[in-house]
C-alpha cells in the first residue's frame, strides 16, 4: 500500500514540474511590462533636450569615455549629478496607461488637447551602435501634465501612442544650461598627475614632473621639488570651482580681452590626457571672499584650453602666490638627500681646524645602531682613533638630513643664486675655506654579484658671507642656499664633541683596591682608603659613592683632548688643587696584577662645574654631577658645618 501511495505522488510532482516548466506562461514583472523603453536606453550615448518655444536653447550631451560633455550650445563638461536623474529616468520609464493616437482621433481629438502637437519639451537620444547595425536616434515628446494626479503626456517614440507617465522626467529636463554645466575645472586627480606647468606671462616655465614617489622641478632648473608643498598645489587647483559663466558678449569682453596674454598657464597632465586652465586678471570690484579652506581668494577671470566658454574663478591668494612663485614655493626646502642607512663616514673640515672623521663600523644588525669611531690623521703621531659617542653622532646625521633653507619674514629668498659667478661665490664664503665643510661617503648596494659601485660622496659647504649670512652649497651644484647661522654650532668642527662620554669602564672582575686623595695645596691627605672598607670606616657612605662613580668614569663635557698641569678658571691660569689616585686589582692570570689611575681635580667652579684632567687618557673634561656631589662629600664635607640653627 505505501508503494502505491509513493508512486502515485512521484506522478503528480513530475506532472507538477511539466506544467510549470513548459505549460505555464513565465510571469512578467508588471512594472517591466508597462516599460515604455526596452534595452536601447541601457547604453545612452548621446542627449538632445529641445524647448519647440525656444530653438537656440537647445543643449546637446554626448558621453565620452565615463564622463558626459556638453557639445551644444557650448562645448563643457557636463555634471554627472544633473545627467545621471536625465539618464535613471529614461531607463525606468513606464506607463501608467496608455492609448493610440488612432483612439483618439476616433474620439475626436487631437494630440494638441494633450499637448503634444506643440511638445513643451523634445528629447532625443542615441543609444550604443550595435555589430553591423547603425545607432539610430529615438525620440520622446514631452506634453502637458494631467487635469488629475502629478502625471505628465508622452508620445512614444514610434509616435502611435500617448502614455501617462509620471512628472520625474519633466523635472529632470526642466535644467538649466548653468545647472548642466558641470563647476569643476580639473578632473585629474593627484595619484593620477604625472606633470604640472606653469606658464606666467613674461617669466620663465616651471616644469614640476612626477619621479616615481618623488617630485622634481625639470625647468628652468633641474632640482627636487617638495612633494607635499606640490601636492597641495594640485589638490587645491583639483578644488577650484566655476564662479560664474560670462554668457553674454557684453559679459564676456574683460575676460576675452584679459585672457588673450593670460596671466597664467596651468597645465595638468594625467594619464594620456592634459587640462589646461588659462588664468587672467582679478575681477574688478569683486569683493574678495575667505572660504572656509582659505584664509582669503579672490575672483579672476579664466577659461579652459580648447573650451570657449569664459567665466570667473574664486582662487585663494595663496595659491596664487604659489603658482607666481612656483620654482621657489615648490621647490625642495631640504638641502642634503642621502640614504642614512648606506652612511659610512662623515668628515668634517673647518677652518684653522684639523679634519676630523667619523667612520662607522661594521655590524650584522642595523646599520643606524652600529657604532661609530673618531679618527684624527696626525703627522707627528699618525692616525688616532677613538670610540665616538653614538647619540652625538646620530644629532650630526639629524642636522644634515633635516637642513633647510632659511625664508625668513622679509621676503627674502631662501634660494639665494642658482648660477652665481667666481666673484658671487667669494662674497658667500666659498671660494676660500669655508667655515664648515662636510664629506658623506655610502656604501655600496647590496648586489648578489658583488660589484656594485658605491654611490658618490657628497660635499656639503658652509660659508659665512661678506653680508655676515650664512650660505649653504653642495659641491656638485651650483645652487647657492640662505640657512640659519644656527648650523654652524650644530655641525662642530672639534671631535671633543663627537667623542665617546665613558672614559672608562672597569671590567667585571676588576675592583677598586684603594682610593687616596691629596690637597696639592697643602699637600693634606683628605682620603687614605683601602677596600673592602671597614664596617664602621668613617665616612664610609662618601668613599662608597666615589668609588661607584670611578668604575664608570663618565664625561658630562670635554674641554681640552691634551693634559696640562694647568687650568684656566675664572679668567685665569691656576693649578690643580687635588690628585686621587685610584688602585685598582685586575683579574685574571696566577699572579695579582694592579693598574693605577691618577686624576687631577679643580677646585668647583660653580654648582654644576668641576673640572677633572687625566695625564693617561690625555684629555680635560667637566665631570658629570653624580661625581661632583662625591668628591664635595669628601673634600668640603668634614668642613661643612651644616644647615644654621633655627631662631630662638
Not at 658629570?624 to 651644616?642: M, N, S, V
Amino acid at each position: 500500500m505505501r508503494t502505491k501511495v509513493t508512486i502515485a505522488l512521484l506522478l503528480l510532482n513530475v506532472g507538477l514540474f511539466y506544467y510549470i516548466f513548459y505549460v505555464r506562461p513565465p510571469s512578467v514583472d508588471p512594472l517591466e511590462a508597462t516599460t515604455i523603453l526596452g534595452a536601447e536606453a541601457s547604453n545612452i550615448q548621446t542627449i538632445a533636450i529641445e524647448d519647440p518655444d525656444r530653438p537656440d536653447s537647445a543643449i546637446q550631451l554626448a558621453r565620452r569615455g565615463d564622463s558626459w560633455i556638453i557639445t551644444s550650445p557650448v562645448e563643457w563638461p557636463a555634471s554627472p549629478y544633473a545627467v545621471r536623474p536625465i539618464i535613471a529616468d529614461l531607463q525606468r520609464l513606464h506607463s501608467e496607461t496608455s492609448f493610440t493616437v488612432k483612439d483618439l482621433v476616433a474620439n475626436g481629438q487631437t494630440l494638441d488637447d494633450y499637448g503634444l502637437e506643440k511638445p513643451r519639451r523634445i528629447l532625443t537620444f542615441t543609444p550604443a551602435a550595435l555589430p553591423g547595425v547603425p545607432a539610430r536616434a529615438i525620440t520622446l515628446k514631452i506634453g502637458a501634465p494631467t487635469k488629475v494626479g502629478n502625471r505628465l503626456y508622452i508620445l512614444s517614440p514610434d509616435g502611435q501612442r500617448v502614455h501617462v507617465v509620471l512628472r520625474s522626467l519633466a523635472e529632470s529636463l526642466n535644467v538649466a544650461l548653468d545647472t548642466l554645466r558641470a563647476d569643476t575645472l580639473f578632473s585629474i586627480d593627484v595619484f593620477e598627475a604625472r606633470s604640472l606647468n606653469i606658464e606666467p606671462t613674461g617669466g620663465s616655465r616651471v616644469r614640476v614632473r612626477r619621479d616615481n614617489d618623488r617630485w622634481a622641478l625639470e625647468a628652468p632648473i633641474q632640482a627636487r621639488a617638495n612633494k607635499t608643498d606640490t601636492e597641495l598645489a594640485l589638490n587645491d587647483l583639483r578644488r577650484l570651482r566655476v564662479g560664474r559663466f560670462l554668457d553674454t558678449p557684453d559679459a564676456s569682453a574683460p575676460a576675452r580681452d584679459s585672457l588673450a596674454a593670460p596671466a597664467l598657464r596651468v597645465t595638468i597632465e594625467g594619464n594620456n590626457r592634459t587640462e589646461t586652465l588659462l588664468i587672467g586678471a582679478r575681477v574688478p570690484g569683486a569683493p574678495a571672499a575667505a572660504p572656509a579652506s582659505t584664509d582669503a581668494a579672490s575672483d579672476y577671470y579664466a577659461q579652459l584650453d580648447g573650451r570657449k566658454a569664459y567665466f570667473t574663478v574664486l582662487i585663494p591668494d595663496a595659491l596664487v602666490k604659489t603658482l607666481r612663485d612656483a620654482q621657489q614655493d615648490l621647490r625642495d626646502r631640504v638641502i642634503l638627500d642621502f640614504n642614512r642607512a648606506a652612511l659610512t663616514s662623515i668628515t668634517i673640515n673647518a677652518a684653522q681646524q684639523s679634519e676630523v672623521i667619523l667612520q662607522r663600523l661594521e655590524t650584522t644588525g642595523n646599520p643606524e645602531n652600529a657604532p661609530w669611531q673618531i679618527i684624527r690623521r696626525s703627522a707627528d703621531h699618525g692616525p688616532q682613533i677613538t670610540a665616538a659617542d653614538h647619540e652625538a653622532v646620530v644629532r650630526l646625521i639629524d642636522t644634515l638630513a633635516s637642513l633647510k633653507v632659511l625664508q625668513d619674514n622679509t621676503e627674502e629668498k631662501g634660494f639665494v643664486n642658482d648660477a652665481p659667478s667666481d666673484a658671487e661665490k667669494e662674497n658667500y664664503g666659498f671660494t676660500t675655506r669655508p667655515a664648515r665643510e662636510v664629506t658623506l661617503s655610502f656604501a655600496a648596494p647590496a648586489s648578489a654579484s658583488g660589484s656594485a659601485i658605491p654611490p658618490p660622496a657628497i660635499t656639503l659647504q658652509i660659508g659665512s658671507g661678506t653680508d655676515r649670512k650664512t650660505y649653504a652649497r653642495v659641491t656638485n651644484q651650483n645652487y647657492i642656499y640662505l640657512v640659519s647661522p644656527d648650523v654652524l654650532d650644530d655641525i662642530p668642527a672639534s671631535p671633543l664633541a663627537y667623542r665617546d662620554h665613558l672614559l672608562r669602564e672597569l671590567p667585571a672582575g676588576a675592583q677598586i683596591s684603594a682610593l687616596k686623595l691629596t690637597d696639592l695645596g697643602s699637600r693634606n691627605v683628605l682620603l687614605d682608603a683601602a677596600f673592602p672598607l671597614a664596617a664602621d670606616a668613617a665616612g664610609r657612605a662618601s668613599i662608597e659613592a666615589l668609588a661607584a662613580q670611578l668604575r664608570a668614569l663618565r664625561v658630562k663635557q670635554f674641554v681640552s683632548d691634551d693634559f696640562a698641569n694647568t687650568i684656566y678658571i675664572g679668567g685665569e691660569e691656576r693649578t690643580w688643587a687635588y690628585q686621587l689616585e685610584v688602585t685598582i686589582a685586575l683579574s685574571g692570570g696566577a699572579a695579582a696584577r694592579t693598574d693605577k689611575i691618577d686624576l687631577f681635580i679643580a677646585t668647583r667652579s660653580g654648582g654644576t662645574t668641576q673640572y677633572i684632567g687625566s695625564p693617561q687618557y690625555r684629555v680635560i673634561f667637566e665631570a658629570e654631577q653624580p661625581l661632583i656631589d662625591a668628591l664635595h662629600a669628601i673634600t668640603y664635607g668634614p668642613r661643612d658645618p651644616g644647615p644654621p640653627a633655627p631662631a630662638k
